[in-house]
């Protein structure tokens, strides 16, 4: 492959584009990520454009383009990249639970958003700090254990130091960045819970120390944590978990 994959997504903002974004570094990939570009190369007009785009265009980033193919929705995506860049077993079984993995990932992604923002998207999150205190207090009590606890099973079963043996998944990126986003958005829970599922934490340390990814994550493309993103660091709501 000679053509670089065009990533779209918010140019400010780790987000679900993040879990994207590592794939590709691991995977030593040719990417542009659009949207960081200067307006005269791309910018953010070209997630606007796309996603008013004739036919049926995408609901919202991140999407991927690679050659005619526009893909979107997070998973989806890393589905499309798996087995192109040796990021997933080959077997349709393994495939199979990469994906369902990914969901499970992508449906705790969508449960922290909502602990910022349990009303609605459109209103800030000073609107709705009651709603979010409620929330994020049975999402760090319960939602936290349950998902973590379901990955440390899954690493767990695993024959080798990542979830399908010798070699790093995406789901393993994936992993990483979803500890990564709960100890900055929540310390206190996730310091809390971290004794519980040891094999989840050892496998997220080898994740981080992989060559690719540590220079990713020493570089600029590398975007910090911050207020903006999908894992946002509220004091007020973090708090021991169950």
């Not at 993040?18 to 190369?41: G, N």
């Not at 990469?98 to 909502?114: I, K, P």
């Not at 459109?122 to 609107?127: C, H, M, N």
Request: hydrophobic share 40%; glycine share 6%; proline share 8%.
């Amino acid at each position: 492959m000679t053509d670089a994959y065009e990533l779209f997504y918010w140019p400010s903002i780790q987000g679900r584009g993040e879990f994207i974004r590592l794939a590709l570094e691991e995977a030593d990939a040719a990417y542009v990520d659009v949207a960081r570009r200067p307006e005269a190369e791309g910018g953010v007009t070209a997630i606007l454009k796309l996603l008013h785009a004739p036919g049926i265009a995408p609901i919202a980033p991140p999407f991927l383009r690679s050659g005619t193919l526009v893909i979107s929705q997070t998973a989806n995506i890393l589905l499309y990249l798996g087995p192109r860049h040796r990021l997933v077993p080959t077997d349709e079984a393994s495939r199979l639970h990469a994906h369902q993995l990914q969901l499970t990932v992508a449906d705790l992604v969508a449960e922290v958003h909502e602990t910022h923002h349990p009303v609605a998207s459109s209103l800030r999150y000073e609107e709705q700090k009651p709603e979010a205190r409620r929330r994020a207090e049975l999402f760090v009590r319960e939602r936290i254990p349950k998902f973590l606890s379901h990955f440390e099973r899954a690493v767990e079963a695993s024959s080798g130091p990542y979830l399908f043996g010798d070699d790093v998944s995406y789901v393993d990126l994936s992993l990483f960045q979803l500890l990564q986003g709960l100890g900055y958005a929540f310390p206190r829970a996730t310091s809390h819970i971290a004794p519980r599922v040891p094999a989840l934490v050892a496998l997220c340390d080898r994740v981080r120390e992989r060559p690719r990814i540590a220079a990713y994550l020493a570089s600029p493309r590398r975007i910090p944590f911050n207020e903006d993103g999908i894992f946002r660091r509220y004091p007020e709501l973090d708090r021991e978990g169950g």
